[in-house]
């Protein structure tokens, strides 16, 4: 669910979701996700078990959300949005991922295998969403299409972001995403060459 259909939700909606999310990062503090179980997570959010049926099928699709709109969060307070019109206004979305990861990393939960592969996944459809977001506001006559010229990029962003923050000896934050931006600059501009030119 993307940022702006969580806010069009009813108020007590909202706070009920929030009460299940914020009760299984507590937990993921605590043990690991396989050992969560659906009552545990009702229970430390004084909710019964119907109560979390009503709002999600299962505890992934909890965890799915709480790494979504946490990350959703994080761009809402930078105001970071692609607006599509150059290849370099994507290094908010850079510098964004790389500070999003580098905080889940000092979380005792980030070290969980089966965490880190949600915030993967999560994390690279929210790129991807921002960017084609950013390509219907500007669109380009190309020969390659959007939806996969997006994709490539979010994966390659993701990717490099997380190299980026597993290297013990890394760079700030500001000059690895300037060299990610050098890095991913082909992808988004492959998408506008066409045929012809290349």
Not at 37 to 59: G, S, V
Not at 129 to 150: C, Q, T, Y
Not at 151 to 173: C, E, L
């Amino acid at each position: 669910m993307l940022h702006q259909d969580c806010e069009r939700l009813d108020p007590r909606i909202r706070r009920t979701r929030r009460l299940l999310q914020d009760a299984l990062k507590r937990l993921l503090e605590e043990k690991e996700f396989d050992k969560i179980t659906i009552q545990d997570i009702a229970e430390a959010a004084t909710l019964n078990r119907a109560t979390f049926y009503a709002h999600y099928p299962d505890k992934f699709a909890l965890l799915e959300e709480l790494i979504r709109v946490s990350f959703l969060q994080l761009l809402e307070c930078r105001k970071i949005r692609f607006d599509g019109s150059c290849a370099t206004a994507f290094h908010p979305v850079v510098l964004a991922v790389c500070d999003y990861l580098a905080e889940l990393q000092k979380s005792r939960a980030f070290k969980q295998r089966q965490f880190e592969a949600f915030v993967e996944g999560t994390v690279i459809d929210q790129i991807r969403v921002i960017l084609m977001d950013g390509f219907k506001k500007h669109p380009v006559e190309g020969s390659i299409n959007p939806e996969l010229v997006a994709a490539t990029a979010s994966w390659a962003i993701y990717g490099a972001a997380k190299q980026w923050v597993h290297n013990p000896d890394r760079a700030p934050s500001e000059e690895f995403a300037a060299t990610a931006v050098n890095l991913v600059r082909p992808i988004l501009t492959a998408g506008t060459v066409s045929p012809a030119n290349s």
